[in-house]
T-cell receptor, first 114, second 110 residues
Framework: DGGITQSPKYLFRKEGQNVTLSCEQN?????MYWYRQDPGQGLRLIYY???????QKGDIAEGYSVSREKKESFPLTVTSAQKNPTAFYLC?????????????FGEGSRLTVL | SQQGEEDPQALSIQEGENATMNCSYK?????LQWYRQNSGRGLVHLIL?????REKHSGRLRVTLDTSKKSSSLLITASRAADTASYFC??????????FGEGTQLTVNP
């Protein structure tokens, strides 16, 4: 089945530690995205990538880093510089032509900082 | 800043009733999309309406777009308990970034 796989589903981190969230897609989509969702709120864009080896900052990129070495993979690292990392993280992908179009989402990763 | 704002924030109805959610936005858009999110899950795309379209249907869903008022509505007809979820509008502007609203929490009571 085609789709987006995020792992882990739940993650606990101590303050000061970096943590990496995995996102893999087998939809052959060019574009991939990372969003953050806080309780009762909408999604905010962290980073996005339209092509391998290229990515752009979104609205809240501070304290996060990404890489796009393969078309299928777009991991997100939450660094110790992120002041309030506890949140629900969603990865998405889309066929990029001239616009974003429909986003396909993974099931999310919930990060809790202890 | 939020481009799309949904109204109401929460809506509770009985099974069989219709549910209407509204989305307002501030700047010109290329398209507007509606997504659904079950609690603790990822978002699922429902429907996309382009700026030159006024209405679209998909099953029990009807979406309208009024670009003069910068607003859209999502109507779910004959609602079911399984429609209980959060519903988000997302607007795509030139520059091709999707911006999400804060969502409407819909509860359909059996």
């Amino acid at each position: 089945d085609g789709g987006i796989t995020q792992s882990p589903k739940y993650l606990f981190r101590k303050e000061g530690q970096n943590v990496t969230l995995s996102c893999e897609q087998n939809l052959n989509h060019d574009a991939m995205y990372w969003y953050r969702q806080d309780p009762g709120q909408g999604l905010r864009l962290i980073y996005y990538s339209q092509i391998v080896n290229d990515f752009q900052k979104g609205d809240i990129a501070e304290g996060y880093s990404v890489s796009r070495e393969k078309k299928e993979s777009f991991p997100l690292t939450v660094t110790s510089a992120q002041k309030n990392p506890t949140a629900f993280y969603l990865c998405a992908s889309s066929i990029w032509v001239v616009s974003t179009g429909e986003l396909f989402f993974g099931e999310g990763s919930r990060l809790t900082v202890l | 800043s939020q481009q799309g704002e949904e109204d109401p924030q929460a809506l509770s109805i009985q099974e069989g009733e219709n549910a209407t959610m509204n989305c307002s936005y501030k700047t010109s858009i290329n398209n507007l999309q509606w997504y659904r999110q079950n609690s603790g899950r990822g978002l699922v795309h429902l429907i996309l309406i382009r700026s030159n379209e006024r209405e679209k249907h998909s099953g029990r869903l009807r979406v309208t777009l009024d670009t003069s008022k910068k607003s859209s509505s999502l109507l779910i007809t004959a609602s079911r308990a399984a429609d209980t979820a959060s519903y988000f509008c997302a607007t795509e502007t030139s520059g091709s970034r999707l911006t999400f609203g804060e969502g409407t929490q819909l509860t359909v009571n059996p």
